[in-house]
């Protein structure tokens, strides 16, 4: 049955191939695409906010507001029953890194399960009080969603990382409403090139996203009132970068070392009541931190700058400046660590809301004091927005997305310049420090990164040494008579053997002129083993190692192949330059005819 429908699909795609040229299928695809990620989008969005609704309004009990803090660990809970229990034959993972390292390094395969499994586990994650946001999942869904479209139609690897990129920039748009985010995002973060015949599928796509989206989701995220911006406060848009320059710095770091805590605990569930307990405090003292924390940006956009800090225990000392400014600088490192706190202790989700709730009260405490103090008479909302942009930009090292981004859901395209200043600059700051970003440090540190500036690591990574192994080569064992051998070895036209035990165990090489130069020069020819004429390999080659790798030690050894063994050094065959290099030059030639 299943030879039959793979035969059936086949002769689908023979046709299709025969009808219709790349190009205009990928973009009939891409539109699929966008529809069902902008499905996904509002799925998500609207199964979070009914589970806030429930447990903030529609349940009623006297006692429930003690369970506040708990209700985030409930949801931390939750979300790794159902890793553990539905979704057992394949790994679970969150965040952007899973995503950049299957376009990497595993041929753009996404598992299908992530198409509703980030779904279910972001919505109970943050609707219970997770203090994350849907973005990270919503993209790896859509993705998801786009790499299985792809897989299932028998598409070539460029094309199916073409509907991965359809599908992210569709989450993007259909959880912002912002096609345009949506289709930059697509191209700063995960299109290792970009070519411009690749534009149209992402905008197609985008666009279709944000239109489903709307139809089943329609509040609008913010909502920014501006007369635009002055040309006088321009330096203080150059020091809020700067603060932002180095508050991104700082949760890079703060990520890394929040991780590290988190792994040294091994028990899952010895995680979700650590970091659950940690994180209820937390929301309890700040309540900001429940969720993603958009409503309290909605509030101080509308000129309520109390927001922080009312609904806390602290509200009665509003009516005091300095005590909002002091607990609104501690809310924001407390919204950073409540971040990597529920991602630590199992909760699904991103930094992609946090990112903007932090920039955002980066930039209202900015304004809010340098007004207080009688400097200057700063528009607070415009540097909401600019620390909104600044810090999305700088942490994912996605400077781009973070300004248009922000100018499509704030309607603040007229704070286009205060926005690109700002981002631009707190962005330099970070990449001065970190050369990558809190998703792509892990992938670098292992080679595993598709670059935009390295294109030949790039190509190299889309290629797999397990192809490119050549296993002609004659195999002797060291107990074996050469002259039993000599006729398969002049058959084989290779001009070197490997030696390995009876078992396989690699022993090392016999370059074929040293063998003939023997058997005519030795008396004892008859007699001759192959054990004395082996000699130890310049190297060896294992077989999971990169390309890159591979490349490396051959010009360190100056030589043009070598042998590839398991991890158990047994041999497998010969890996040559040549090989290397004529797929190379395939896949430079396959990109150029890429979408033709």
Known sequence: MYIRFVNYLDKINQYRKSKISNRNFLIILAVIVGILAGLAAAAIKSLTHHIEEFLQSDWHWKYKYYLYFIFPMIGIFLTVLYIKYFIRKSKFETGLTPLLYAISKKSSRVEA?????????????????????????????????????????????????????????????????????????????????????????????????????????????????????????????????????????????????????????????????????????????????????????????????????????????????????????????????????????????????????????IGFIFAYVVNLSGLAHLNVSNFIVAGMAAALGSIMHAPLTGIFLIAEITGGYILMVPLMITTAISYAINRSSQKHSIYTKVLADKGELLSHEDKDTTVLNQMKLKYLIEKSYPQLYMSDLIAEKMNEIVQSHKNICAVTDELGDFKGIIYIEELFSEMVNNPDKANLLATSLVQPAPNTIMENDDLKVVLQKMEQDNVWLLPVVDEANRYIGFVSKTAIFNKYRALLMRQNDYMS
Request: with cysteine; proline share 3%; glycine share 12%.
């Open 113 to 361: 399960h992530n198409i509703y499994s980030q779904i279910i586990t972001a919505a109970i994650t943050v609707g219970f009080g997770g203090s994350t946001g849907l973005e990270a999942p919503i993209v790896t869904s859509g993705a998801s969603i786009g790499s299985n479209l792809g897989r299932f139609l028998g598409l070539s690897y460029r094309e199916i990382t073409m509907l991965v990129a359809c599908g992210a920039a569709a989450g993007i748009a259909g959880a912002f409403n912002s096609p345009v985010a949506g289709i930059v995002f697509a191209i700063e973060i995960l299109l290792p090139e970009f070519t411009i015949p690749a534009f149209i599928p992402l905008l197609l796509s985008a666009a279709t996203a944000a239109v489903v989206a709307r139809i089943f989701y329609t509040q609008q995220l913010f909502f920014l009132v501006t007369e635009g911006w002055q040309i006088n406060a321009l330096f203080y848009y150059v020091l809020l970068a700067g603060l932002i320059g180095l508050f991104s710095i700082y949760f890079t770091k703060a990520n890394y070392a929040v991780k590290g805590l988190f792994y040294k605990i091994k028990h899952p569930y010895t995680k979700v009541v650590v970091g659950g307990l940690m994180l209820g405090v937390l929301v309890f003292l700040f309540p900001t931190l429940y969720g993603e924390g958009y409503i309290t940006m909605k509030n101080l956009l509308r000129g309520d700058y109390l927001a922080v800090i009312n609904n806390s225990i602290f509200e009665d000392y509003n009516s005091i400046s300095a005590m909002v400014v002091l607990f609104t600088v501690v809310t924001i490192f407390m919204k950073s660590l409540a971040t990597l706190i529920t991602l630590g202790a199992g909760g699904n989700g991103g930094t992609f809301a946090p990112s903007l709730i932090m920039g955002g009260l």
